[in-house]
């Protein structure tokens, strides 16, 4: 842990001038924006008792969903856990639907009825938030064989915590995605604490990206809190998915500043831990470098904060005013139907 903080109170935004295009900057800087602003409204929703139950927030780790967002493709299919409001939005859920499936409303992208840890998208390819730690990963590897099955060059990326690479379930989905060589990007985002515990009191590897090395899986860490270096690993692995050669594992490092969940006061970490992270903010040093580096000015990013802004507001208040579900719905969507739009060829 000292290592990895050493890193971070060193790094500085680079002075050589970014090769991505503005477009890319921007997008990288918007997707983190809306995540973050989403999430900040979320929690203050909760306080005010508008949003119950389970609730795990993106804020810090909103660079890997803007490296998705630019590298992968729309068709490519996700799962994930239950820490994916960012992952949703990322995929082209709507901040509306998003918010309104937090407030329990009729309007949620999933009808009120799977709350903070259960999105699901068919039209964008989004397979879930699973509540269940790590379940998510044989589901990853068999949507992956499903693509493989129908002769499509889709790659599904898996993503689970640190805390679900203990889970027998990654083993053995690891040993037959190899075996089956699937097309799936396997990516643990290791913000090093799961539930309240460290990856270094937890297990003998600390470094979680070599358990791939037993199966004979590419697989690397990389910086999670940078867009750049998150975006360039996304766009190495699919290139080797989609050739034939397989799955990959990427061991993204990333920080999560809330606790594990709206319950969780976070009294296992320092103050000064939490305080490093934060000044190297990913989204702070990205408006930086675009702003150094003249890529965008700041009028064009005042009117980005701006847009965000207002489609923040205009989700809470469409939460606020959709209706509840009604009782008559309790038992309808509980089975996938034959004719659903992605089980068609």
């Known amino acids: 842990m000292t290592q990895v903080l050493d890193k971070i109170k060193t790094s500085k935004p680079t002075a050589k001038k970014p090769s991505y295009s503005k477009d890319i900057w921007l997008t990288w800087y918007e997707t983190m924006l809306r995540i973050r602003r989403f999430e900040e409204r979320t929690l203050m929703m909760y306080a005010q008792q508008k949003i119950r139950g389970f609730c795990h927030v993106y804020i810090g780790q909103e660079s890997i969903a803007a490296g998705l967002v630019t590298a992968l493709r729309r068709e490519d299919p996700l799962v994930t856990a239950y820490r994916q409001h960012g992952i949703a939005i990322a995929k082209g859920l709507s901040t509306k639907s998003c918010m309104a499936e937090l407030y329990g409303k009729a309007t949620g992208c999933v009808h009120g009825k799977g709350g903070s840890m259960h999105f699901f998208s068919s039209e964008n390819r989004f397979f879930g938030g699973n509540g269940i730690v790590g379940a998510q990963i044989p589901i990853g590897a068999g949507i992956a064989f499903a693509e493989k099955y129908r002769g499509t060059d889709n790659l599904c990326v ?100 809330k606790g594990h969940s709206v319950s969780d006061p976070g009294k296992y970490r320092s103050k000064d831990e939490l305080q490093a992270y934060m000044e190297n903010d990913p ?63």
């Open 158 to 257: 898996t993503m689970f915590g640190d805390g679900a690479a203990r889970q027998g379930a990654l083993y053995e989905s690891f040993n037959m995605a190899m075996t089956w060589k699937l097309p799936v990007l396997f990516i643990c985002e290791n913000n090093q604490y799961a539930m309240g515990t460290s990856v270094t009191r937890t297990s003998n590897v600390h470094d979680l990206y070599k358990i791939g090395a037993a199966f004979d899986m590419p697989s690397e860490a990389i910086d999670g809190m940078n867009p750049e270096s998150v975006h360039e690993a996304f766009v190495k692995a699919a290139e080797h998915i989609r050739s034939g050669k397989g799955p990959y594992f990427l061991e993204i490092k990333t920080y999560r500043y």
């Open 283 to 345: 989204i702070k040093l990205t408006e930086e470098k675009i702003l150094k580096n003249k890529i965008a000015t700041e009028s064009e990013i005042q009117a980005i904060k701006d847009l965000i802004k207002a489609e923040i507001e205009e989700a809470t208040l469409f939460a606020e005013e959709s209706p509840l579900p009604d009782p008559s719905e309790l038992y309808t969507d509980n089975y996938v139907d034959k004719d659903y739009p992605f089980m068609k060829d």
